[in-house]
């Protein structure tokens, strides 16, 4: 499975947008990148996903590097409820990786009031 | 509500007896999947199924079985647990393909004394 790359950490202060990067440097031509996120007690939630163009949803934007070998998910007015582990993946569109969603260790946001 | 239903949310049980969680979804998705979440180890996909009467393998699926004969319904056995079997449990799922999201469960937290 390709694998993404994410800081462990990140801190922000509450109204203020956060970026949150990923590098996926052997991201194949098929894959799609999806954002989850956990908040603590409960399950992963979906945030956002993407192929190849930015892409904007009622919860954050996804922009997507034109080589396609990272990704920044932006929450533009962070929130104490925005804290959470945030998690970059592939999702494979074929082959052994079909459908599967293959988490990593996630970036902790943690959003100062 | 779209949602994905698993029971129970707490389990304690003691090694040997069978168990079995279950796991319900309402929105008609061909691919469910169960996880398992571990301190430092993060979420491991246990089995999959991409349609009813068609499952597979995950990551760690020793000592797990499961079903898939409607198409709402995925539930996880543990024929025999084991205290390496405790964690925290969930179950997903997604229409097919790498385009879409998927949906978790709340979790069930399964202690094996």
């Known amino acids: 499975d390709a694998k993404t790359t994410q800081p462990n950490s990140m801190e922000s202060n509450e109204e203020e947008p956060v970026h949150l990067p990923c590098n996926h440097s052997t991201i194949s031509g098929t894959d799609y990148i999806h954002w989850y996120r956990q908040l603590p007690s409960q399950g992963p939630e979906y945030v956002i996903h993407g192929l190849t163009s930015n892409v904007n949803n009622r919860m954050a934007s996804l922009a997507i590097a034109e080589d396609r070998k990272s990704s920044t998910l932006i929450l533009h007015r962070a929130t104490l409820r925005d804290a959470a582990v945030y998690y970059c993946?592939?999702?494979?569109?074929?082959?052994?990786?079909?459908?599967?969603?293959?988490f990593g260790q996630g970036t902790i946001l943690t959003v100062h009031p | 509500e779209a949602q994905v239903t698993q029971n129970p949310r707490y389990l304690i049980t003691v090694t040997g007896k069978k168990l079995t969680v279950t796991c319900s979804q309402n929105m008609n998705h061909e691919y469910m999947s169960w996880y398992r979440q571990d301190p430092g180890l993060g979420l491991r996909q246990i089995y999959y199924s991409m349609n009813v009467e068609v499952t597979d393998k995950g990551d760690v699926p020793e000592g797990y079985k499961v079903s898939r004969k409607e198409k709402r319904n995925f539930p996880l056995i543990l024929e025999s647990p084991s205290p390496n079997q405790t964690s925290l449990y969930f179950c997903?799922?997604?229409?097919?393909?790498?385009?879409?999201?998927?949906?978790f469960g709340s979790g069930t937290r399964l202690t094996v004394v």
């Open positions: 997903a799922s997604s229409i097919q393909g790498a385009n879409y999201g998927y949906t």
């Open positions: 993946i592939l999702k494979g569109a074929g082959g052994t990786s079909y459908g599967k969603l293959t």
